[in-house]
């Protein structure tokens, strides 16, 4: 469904995506405004960086400067003195430019009027003899180090201290072996290894350093890890999540920057997107469209390759395919989520309320808001609004923790008269079960006269009743209730599975399966609404039938097929409709105990996981344990043949569904050939 | 069934079959045993028929194939077009001969003249004693360093696109310089088509230009008017053999400026509201603007990526709604408007095609499109079409037109002392006319607000929606009673309540099942007694339709009788539009249950050429037929309406999606005028003129308030942009299918959207029915004059002194 709804808005002119928790996009109103187009003359430009005075400075590659722009974009100051297509540029605090001057291959550092004070190219050091000295961009830390950026190295950023002294390498890039790729460690020999295995790291595509100390990459071409935030031990504090967004492109950030108050914007070239993320590495929004075409506007990005972000969070993208860069004013909406998952962040919840309640007043979808008000009423001790706004934000795991804290105030609050209600349940069960003789009793065909017509000799239930001779609850025992009694029977399969098996098929077997298939379909609609958000956040939202049907009813027949047809080829005995029968009786676990699971599921929290995995486990091994049973039974197999045909079953099973998806595509192949060819001969003429 | 097969598998078991088939023994009796022999012939023979059958359907299948394209071809053929016929000679008419400029036509305002070598025109304003030239003056000239090809295009008054095969993409720019070409100047006493509202002059000029060696021939006429002439293509013709005739302009560079030239000025184009390009401003982003008028036709555009309906009241695309451009030199203003034709309108900035500034409009008689080969992966190459978009189709059964077409024809404004206010103000007078609308009523405002008449309060309430296949009701019609009377308790004597996503499946209603009326809703009976409470309270109630799309077929619609058919002979690949025949179908069919609404609001309504055999028809003429539509609907709408409900209702019956100004009429609204641009970065600024050639006339809203920023708002007002609100009963943050909810929940926002309402209502019934005189902003105030009013906006965040008056931030100050 939510593809369904993304297809519907891609192509609309909504500027802002905001993003669920498994970070689905969905569109909401501006969160950056575009203002307009800054600099003129410019010639490929590349790196831009804007200082703590708010100037900006942009490495204008190609007319081989760099300049200083004032916010109406002229330019105030431009240093061109020996600079070689320079590519990065970074200020200082004291005001020194830094630059990275990529055609002299060196670093280049100028005072804050532009004067030249000194250059360094590639450092003498022995562990570099493999290096090239191509620096990209620069910047320096807290502690005055300077991390350079080089094209194209595996090794990760270059770490040097102001005077060009190389102290080692930085945030180097994982690599990955696919699954295959471990397979055939095993088999080559050391020779293939080094040659046909040798990964080399992906080389990061952008890097800054923020007030916090922490060194920010970002790498395209990498299926995690896109974005790092590393301390100084070079330990990504993203552990290497990955950041893909779904229904996007892959993404592939070209640029990178961070605010002073820790919030991340990155762009995305292969999407035409900025992403806005908080300190933690959450996606809070994002914006921009992908330029295809001649429609050149402001906020339609060609190819990103720099971005800058001021005080007053006016964004700033450079951008090459318009020689120009992209000026964006942030909307209200834009600063109060930002201000709101900051103050949140850093603990000061009650700040965040006022700013989260702005949010939500202009778009109540927004699911960062959500969650960061649940965290506001979480921290205050309000859970049950916490609980309500968590699920609104659909996460589940602060839900359950809202819902551990609620529990235990029920609990203790209500501890007393819960105690009591059952110790008087205790006492009305003792006192009136003697009265009206209820008692489990086990009812056995054979006792019973009016059914000894009944050819299910030995079968027999456990059954809460009134033993009374007269009782009008008997209605089972009556005649012309046999199905009654043959659908409540079924349920023997719980307790003596082969005698259920056995024969099952008889005595309008088939209609009762047909009864019970229902039942078991209605049992796992129920569980499906009624299991704690916390287990299943979906719920019955978006509920489709035919989805419903194919994960439910459809494996059904297919199992039953693949059974008829392994019993055809082997000796099995079993027909069709006790077939049939048998698999739908060997369910009986789930369609009794699913719905009681997704009530206790309510009790219970993330915290009692297990207890939850636990039973329902047993459920599904009981499934298959009977499901085992009914095969060897109907089929009248041994214990090793019915292993052996399970195995066939499966197989068979598989491969029915192989071939309606192979029958299926070939069909859609061949109508889109012969529509193609149609065509074509159409548009001819 | 099945237990058979399975006993036939056991005896073959139990029987050993198997082993014997594969035993040598087998082979032995085979040949012996005559039953076997002719069992086996038998299977021979079975054989051959399989084969035979096999050759047969292939042979059949390519057959049909073939026949199928021929069908195909056949349609094509059907769509041949009457040839146009060159326009009569007037019998008044004199041959102009002699060389260089003449003057030809002259009023009380212009002299035009003519240069009989070349076609080009100036234009004298007397009053301003100022010169239009259709080419640049031979200073400015002097300015530009183009190439041979340019320079001719620069000194032309004709600018053509040819191509040699209509298969390819390859094109040449023609201009009467690289050309052979004759051209004859006639005077004519009285114009073709005499058109007593243009206030044309009885005398007109027409030049004929025939380019030998193309075989191409175009004529235009000029007449004076008060205000500029109007220039009418008489007569284009490429004789449909190669070079083909693609595009055509004429007088490209009317009023072209240089851009080293020292004079000053910009380029108006119609982009969002109205957008400028200063002459000094071009940055090296070497971009023009090209833009279709009233958007792409989607005829010509089968890529199957591009959506071609509106979703959630938004397009895909940005369109061009005004067919107007124009010129600012040094206080000079020329204005154009593209009165008839498929055109596109281009701006270009200096150093983009050349060294000036230009604006212009390109006529298109080929539009080119794609042939789309494979629908999955948009595969296709590009072509040309063979009909010309003028041409007249005819109706094969009676050899008769289908439509008579309207000659391509631009007027154009020449003002002094102006720039694009004047345009706009111009601009309106121009829709008043052709349309003949009138001014609306200003309202009796009361000393304090309360008690005189104010602006509707306009909510769009969202009925429901599909998640999944789940549908959800988001207001059902008890609880939009439950609304109105909410408005009622809070002093609101009157408001438009538009009702969407009330049909079958809500807001993803799948046309044209549109019903019944869910009855999680409360069913037809529900809307009604809705409807009735609201009315009783004074309010009028519009219902969101569509008549123009459909999601699927059924309901007496199919799809290859009842849709519009691109260029390739196909349904449109993003969203099947209805044909006009097959709307109006639907309108009869339904008029019934929209007979208690006080209005419709209009959705997906498109001008679309159609290639539909059953009723080809180009774009004119589907703009012909919506209009007839729209009128229509009207009609049915105000005939089921007593008295009371149309006062209540400000006689406003259909709300358009987006002010297409072709549709205006008296009783129109336009749901959604653009305040800001495209952010297109060849437009410089963005300027208000549509809503300022709309106020007064046109009732108009901006986006919804739900969705728009504080200073959006402010900005709405200051060009009078209506306000408009969105409700929903139910929690909003479901995900929908197809709805955009943004914050609208009735309990959370119905307060403060009244609020807002009184805040602002008392301007905009001050306002109500006011041309805008003057409009201004500097420095984030804006000063805007009404007919005695005056409106200060300030959209910054500190307070503003303005003539001793202080205006709070983020506030506005109306001066009687």
Redesign the interface.
């Known amino acids: 469904?939510?593809k369904?709804?993304f297809a519907?808005?891609a192509?609309?002119?909504?500027a802002g995506f905001s993003f669920t928790d498994d970070l689905s996009p969905?569109?909401?109103?501006?969160i950056y405004t575009?203002l307009?187009?800054l600099?003129?003359?410019?010639n490929n430009p590349s790196g831009i960086f804007i200082d703590r005075h708010d100037r900006i400075f942009l490495a204008d590659r190609n007319n081989n400067r760099i300049v200083q722009l004032n916010r109406a974009g002229e330019i105030v100051q431009e240093i061109s003195e020996t600079l070689n297509q320079p590519e990065g540029v970074f200020v200082a605090d004291n005001g020194d430019i830094f630059v990275a001057d990529t055609g002299n291959r060196r670093i280049v550092r100028f005072d804050s009027n532009g004067e030249y004070i000194f250059s360094f190219g590639q450092p003498d050091d022995i562990r570099l003899q493999n290096t090239m000295f191509i620096p990209m961009q620069v910047a320096m830390d807290l502690r005055g180090n300077l991390y350079v950026l080089l094209l194209g190295s595996n090794e990760g950023i270059m770490v040097m201290s102001q005077d060009g002294e190389f102290l080692g390498f930085f945030g180097r890039n994982q690599t990955p072996l696919t699954f295959t790729e471990r397979l055939l460690r095993f088999i080559y020999t050391e020779e293939q290894i080094r040659t046909n295995l040798n990964r080399v790291a992906p080389s990061p595509s952008a890097l800054a350093v923020a007030q916090d100390g922490f060194i920010y990459t970002a790498t395209q071409a990498t299926d995690s890890g896109q974005l790092k935030k590393l301390n100084v031990n070079s330990e990504d504090m993203f552990v290497n999540r990955n950041f893909q967004v779904s229904q996007f492109n892959p993404m592939a950030l070209s640029a990178l920057t961070v605010s002073d108050s820790g919030v991340i914007f990155a762009t995305d070239r292969n999407n035409g997107l900025v992403y806005i993320y908080n300190s933690n590495g959450e996606l809070l929004a994002a914006f921009g469209e992908l330029l295809t075409g001649?429609?050149?506007?402001?906020?339609?990005f060609g190819d990103p390759v720099g971005i800058a972000v001021n005080s007053q969070y006016e964004l700033f993208v450079v951008d090459r395919t318009?020689?120009?860069i992209h000026v964006f004013s942030p909307?209200?909406?834009m600063l109060n989520l930002v201000a709101g998952t900051q103050m949140n962040l850093a603990g000061r919840h009650d700040y965040a309320e006022q700013n989260w309640n702005n949010v939500?007043?202009?778009?109540?979808?927004i699911q960062v808001a959500?969650s960061g008000l649940g965290r506001v009423y979480h921290r205050r001790g309000d859970y049950l609004t916490a609980m309500q706004f968590m699920r609104?934000a659909v996460n589940q795991e602060l839900y359950s923790e809202a819902r551990w804290q609620q529990r235990i105030i029920v609990i203790r609050q209500y501890f007393g008269i819960f105690a009591a209600v059952l110790a008087i349940l205790a006492a009305f069960w003792l006192i009136f079960a003697k009265i009206l003789r209820l008692q489990i009793v086990w009812v056995k065909n054979t006792t019973n006269v009016e059914n000894s017509q009944n050819k299910n000799a030995g079968q027999g239930r456990a059954i809460l009743l009134p033993t009374g001779q007269n009782s009008a609850l008997r209605v089972w025992e009556r005649p012309g209730f046999y199905g009654l009694k043959n659908f409540a029977s079924a349920l023997n399969v719980l307790k003596s599975p082969s005698d259920t098996f056995y024969g099952c098929e008889k005595n309008g077997g088939v209609f009762v399966a047909i009864a019970w298939l229902v039942v078991y379909l209605l049992a796992a609609f129920f569980a499906m609404g009624l299991t704690n958000f916390a287990f299943n956040a979906t719920g019955?939202?978006?509920?489709?039938?035919?989805n419903f049907l194919a994960v439910n009813l459809l494996p059904i027949p297919i199992w039953v097929i693949a059974g008829?047809l392994v019993?055809?080829?082997t000796k099995g005995q079993g027909?069709?409709s006790s077939i049939f029968v048998s698999t739908v009786y060997a369910l009986m676990p789930l369609t009794i105990f699913r719905v009681p699971l997704a009530i206790i599921s309510q009790a219970l929290t993330l915290a009692e996981v297990s207890i939850y995995l636990m039973l329902q486990g047993i459920m599904w091994i009981w499934v298959v344990i009977l499901q085992f049973s009914a095969i060897r039974e109907v089929q009248g197999y041994f214990a090793g043949e019915t292993i052996k045909n399970t195995a066939w079953m499966l197989f068979v099973s598989a491969m029915m569904i192989v071939f309606a998806v192979a029958l299926y595509g070939v069909a859609l192949q061949s109508y889109?050939f012969?529509?193609?060819?149609?065509?074509?001969?159409?548009?001819?003429? | 069934m099945f237990d058979k097969f399975r006993k036939f598998g056991k005896i073959n078991k139990n029987n050993n079959v198997d082993k014997l088939v594969n035993s040598e023994n087998f082979t032995k009796i085979e040949n012996n045993n005559p039953k076997i022999v002719r069992f086996n012939r038998l299977k021979m023979f079975g054989k051959n028929v399989l084969k035979k059958l096999v050759f047969t359907a292939i042979f059949v299948g390519f057959v049909a194939v073939l026949l199928l394209v021929r069908n195909f071809n056949q349609n094509r053929e059907s769509l041949a077009v009457l040839p146009l016929s060159p326009p009569p000679i007037a019998v008044n008419s004199t041959i102009l001969q002699g060389n260089g400029f003449v003057p030809v036509l002259e009023n009380d305002n212009f002299i035009l003249s003519l240069d009989l070598d070349s076609g080009n025109i100036e234009m004298y304003d007397k009053q301003a004693n100022y010169t239009w030239r259709s080419v640049p003056s031979a200073e400015e000239m002097a300015l530009e360093e183009g190439n041979q090809l340019w320079l001719g295009n620069l000194q032309s008054p004709l600018m053509l696109t040819i191509t040699d095969n209509l298969l390819g993409v390859s094109t040449n720019l023609a201009n009467i310089h690289n050309q052979n070409v004759t051209i004859t100047a006639r005077l004519l006493d009285s114009p073709n088509e005499q058109d007593e509202q243009d206030e044309r002059d009885e005398k007109s000029v027409e030049v004929n230009f025939s380019f030998d060696n193309l075989n191409i021939e175009l004529a235009y006429n000029l007449t004076l008017t008060n205000d500029g002439f109007i220039l009418e293509i008489v007569w284009v013709n490429d004789n449909n053999e190669s070079p083909f005739l693609v595009d055509f302009t004429v007088f490209p560079f009317m009023g072209a400026t240089h851009g080293n030239s020292e004079i000053d000025g910009y380029l108006f184009l119609p982009d969002g509201p109205g957008g400028l390009v200063q002459f000094n401003s071009n940055r090296g982003f070497n971009h023009s603007f090209i833009q279709p008028i009233f958007g792409r036709d989607f005829a010509f555009t089968t890529d199957s990526t591009i959506t071609t309906v509106v979703e959630n009241g938004q397009f895909a695309e940005p369109i061009v709604n005004f067919p107007v451009f124009g010129i600012n030199r040094n206080n000079n203003a020329l204005m154009a408007v593209v009165q008839a034709g498929e055109a596109d309108i281009i701006g270009n900035p200096a150093m983009v095609q050349t060294g000036f500034n230009s604006a212009y409009a390109r006529f298109v008689y080929r539009r080119s499109y794609r042939v789309l080969t494979n629908a999955q992966t948009n595969e296709g190459f590009f072509r040309f079409a063979e009909t010309p978009v003028l041409s007249t189709f005819i109706d094969i059964a009676t050899f008769s037109p289908l439509a008579t077409i309207e000659n391509n024809s631009i007027r154009y404004y020449f003002l002094h002392n102006a720039g694009w206010l004047q345009m706009a103000q111009n601009y309106r007078d121009y829709l008043a006319e052709r349309y003949n609308l009138q001014r609306l009523q200003p309202l009796q405002t009361g000393q304090t607000g309360q008690t005189g008449q104010r602006i509707p309060f306009t909510l769009n309430i969202i009925g429901g929606d599909m998640a999944g296949s789940a549908f959800v009701p988001l207001t059902t019609f008890n609880q939009a009673e439950n609304i109105a009377s909410f408005l009622h308790e809070n002093g609101i004597t009157n408001a438009n309540l538009i009702i969407h996503g009330w049909q079958r499946r809500g807001n993803s209603v799948r046309s044209p099942q549109k019903y019944p009326i869910p009855r999680q809703l409360g069913g037809a009976s529900g809307l009604n007694n809705f409807m009735q409470h609201a009315q009783n309270l004074g309010y009028s109630v519009i219902l969101a339709d569509n008549f123009s799309t459909i999601q699927q077929t059924g309901n007496g619609i199919r799809l290859r009788r009842d849709t519009v058919f691109n260029a390739q002979g196909f349904p449109l690949f993003g969203g099947w539009h209805l044909t006009s025949t097959a709307s109006e179908q639907m309108l009869q069919r339904e008029q019934n249950r929209l007979s208690n609404a006080n209005g419709i609001l209009l959705q997906n309504l498109f001008a679309l050429s159609d290639f539909n055999p059953n009723e080809p028809k180009n774009r004119a003429t589907s703009m012909q037929n919506n209009r007839n539509f729209v009128q229509n609907l009207q009609q049915i709408i105000q005939n089921s309406q007593s008295i009371q409900d149309i006062q209540n209702a400000q006689n406003l019956q259909i709300f358009l999606e987006s002010p297409q100004t072709y549709l205006l009429q008296n009783g129109i609204a336009v749901k959604n005028m653009p305040i800001g641009g495209t952010n297109l970065i060849v437009i410089d600024e963005t300027v208000p003129f549509l809503p300022i050639a709309f106020h007064g006339y046109t009732p108009f809203f901006g986006e919804i308030y739900n969705r728009i920023s504080s200073v959006d708002m402010l900005r709405a007002l200051a060009v009078g942009a209506l306000p408009s609100f969105e409700l929903v009963f139910a929690e909003d943050f479901r995900q929908l299918d197809n709805t955009i909810l943004f914050s609208s929940q009735f309990d959370r926002r119905a307060s403060e959207f009244v609020a807002v309402y009184n805040r602002f209502s008392e301007v905009y019934s001050q306002i109500q029915g006011k041309i805008i005189k003057f409009y201004r902003e500097i420095d984030g105030v804006i000063e805007v004059h009404f007919e005695g009013e005056i409106l200060y906006v300030n959209l910054n965040q500190a307070e503003i002194m303005h003539n001793g008056r202080v205006i709070p931030p983020q506030d506005f100050l109306l001066i009687q």
């Open positions: 469904m939510k369904l709804m519907a808005f192509l609309l002119l909504f969905f569109p909401i109103q501006d575009p307009g187009m600099g003129s003359g410019l001649g429609n050149f506007r402001v906020g339609v318009y020689n120009s909307t209200d909406l939500l007043r202009e778009n109540s979808f959500n609104r019955l939202n978006g509920f489709s039938l035919g008829y019993g055809t080829i027909k069709f889109s012969l529509d193609e060819f149609v065509r074509e001969l159409i548009g001819l003429v």
